[in-house]
């Protein structure tokens, strides 16, 4: 029963071990991985080696089995120990001199082993043993044996020291990863003590039965921390090399982490993120009041802009949940979009503006007139709107060329600029034809400012090759009733423009509704 026991439990871990082995062998990308596949498959051939010894039944094929074991035996502690130092970055190499000094005594361990059959030195008196009914080997131990184990000893000693060392000095995380190490190079120690005292009085190799769980132990733990490793780091390269800036903040408004983008946005207005305020209460607000708002903001978009730097900011805040679904804090996702942003607005400037006379549009003129007519109905005898065209344009075009043409429309517009408040909506409306909505107090107030319009383009010199050139303008003024829209007012205004063309040009005619 104990056979069978023993059998069955070698044969599943050699399957394990021998399935782990090729799984390193090919996923594994470092040295050390291919290292730690060796080891598993020198584990393998010695338990392999071991079941087949359990299961002979002369002395003669024991003996062979033992021979068979002794090829990873003296291996595997070295191989172990190169393992540790690649793991740990000691060794960059496995075939290095480091490595070569520690298999100088395995390899005479397996040299005399196979020169010298069951020398003296190492065992002596090979027999078979009864134990339940199957046949174990027993030997007498020599000074060679000795002198091995205290070798094996000594280099799991030293795997040892170093995993208590990196243990100690690492972050929780990490404890758990080094405190498995830690355990799988303690079991092969207890299990070659228990060999040497034999305080169960068996002859069996506890050390063959151990190295299975040991090396699972090992490999399990670095497969799996090199998984949370690789993670961890492509996480942590993508959180620092992301062109948005990022700062991690707890419920408690306590900056947990920040990445580069973050540290220069708010060194940028003049924030200091150093390592104290790393899991304090952080002093963005404190350093800068216009901040306030963007991180006391938990909407999803806001939209911030620096009038000190003329930027514009887009901040994304999303929440951070546990397990459980509980908000535990919040990413500030940082974006710069001033050169978005100004694309946009100066994409929407030109959909409403004359590109040649930098004016409001015609479609501008609709959206923003008929804004005004519904917001000021109660004040509609406020509204007027003065339609000016240019007398006689086509002259100048025929006899200067369509370039004058276009710097008389450009300057027309900046005299219009020039005379009429920001507020007012002063339009190019089309071909030589201004309109320019108004709010006034009194309609003598519209009649002064066409006048005074008509003197400024009646003054200017728009024909720097010719002075004496003069260019004139007709204007028709129209005001607001009750129940005017705002093409019923721009056709009021264009009549009363027609008429002042047809009785002389160069004059206002306010629009009457009872001689149109």
């Known amino acids: ?50 079941l087949a010894e359990l299961n002979s039944h002369t002395v003669e094929a024991a003996i062979f089995w033992v021979d068979f074991e002794y090829i990873p035996i003296p291996l595997i502690n070295s191989v172990w120990l190169v393992v540790s130092l690649l793991y740990l970055g000691k060794i960059k190499k496995f075939f290095s001199l480091t490595s070569f000094i520690f298999f100088i005594l395995p390899f005479i361990t397996i040299l005399m082993r196979f020169t010298n059959d069951f020398h003296n030195g190492f065992y002596s008196d090979p027999h078979l043993v009864q134990l339940d009914n199957f046949w174990l080997i027993n030997t007498t131990s020599g000074l060679g044996y000795y002198i091995h184990i205290v070798y094996v000893l000594v280099l799991t000693l030293a795997v040892i020291v170093m995993f208590v060392i990196e243990f100690v000095k690492s972050g929780p995380n990490e404890k758990r990863k080094y405190g498995a190490m830690l355990l799988a190079s303690i079991l092969p120690v207890i ?13 069996l190799d506890y ?43 707890s419920n408690r408004n306590i900056v947990l982490d920040y990445n580069f983008e973050a540290e220069k946005f708010l060194n940028h207005h003049s924030v200091e993120l150093n390592k104290n305020a790393i899991n304090s209460e952080y002093t963005i607000l404190n350093q800068n009041k216009d901040l306030q708002e963007v991180f006391n903001n938990n909407a999803g978009i806001f939209e911030y802009y620096s009038f000190e730097h003329d930027e514009y900011w887009e901040v994304k805040t999303r929440s951070i949940e546990n397990n459980s679904g509980k908000v535990v804090g919040r990413l500030k996702i940082i974006n710069q979009t001033t050169n978005k942003v100004k694309s946009r607005i100066e994409l929407e400037k030109l959909s409403k503006t004359d590109e040649l006379s930098s004016l409001n549009n015609r479609r501008e003129l609709i959206d923003q007139g008929n ?34 043409g276009d710097d008389v429309i450009r300057n027309i517009g900046a005299l219009l600029r020039k005379r009429f408040r920001s507020s007012d909506i002063v339009t190019r409306y089309g071909g030589e034809e201004f309109v320019v909505l108004i709010k006034i107090d009194s309609q003598s107030e519209a009649l002064k400012l066409a006048q005074r319009t008509l003197s400024d383009v009646q003054e200017f010199s728009f024909i720097k090759e010719d002075p004496s050139f003069k260019l004139t ?17 721009i056709s009021k205004a264009d009549k009363a423009m027609y008429k002042a063309k047809t009785t002389g040009r160069n004059r206002v005619v306010i629009y009457d509704k009872k001689n149109p």
């Open 371 to 404: 804004n005004w007519l519904s917001s000021n109905h109660n004040e509609f005898y406020k509204l007027a709107v003065l339609f000016f065209d240019i007398d006689f344009f086509k002259v100048v075009n025929d006899t200067y060329g369509h370039a004058v």
């Open 207 to 249: 050390t063959a039965l151990v190295l299975p769980i040991s090396v699972f132990i090992l490999a399990v733990s670095i497969i799996l921390n090199d998984n949370l490793q690789l993670k961890s780091k492509v996480r942590f390269d993508l959180f620092q090399s992301s062109h948005d800036g990022i700062i991690v903040i």
């Open 1 to 50: 029963m104990l056979l069978n026991i023993i059998t069955m439990y070698i044969f599943i871990a050699a399957l394990i071990t021998t399935f782990l082995a090729f799984y390193l062998i090919n996923n594994g990308k470092s040295e050390y991985s291919y290292a730690l596949a060796f080891l598993m498959l020198l584990v393998f051939m010695y338990d392999f080696g071991y």
């Open 473 to 489: 303008i007709s204007a028709g003024v129209a005001f607001a009733d009750e129940n005017d829209n705002l093409d019923a007012l």
């Open 191 to 203: 299990a070659v003590l228990i060999g040497l005292f034999d305080p169960f009085n068996l002859p």
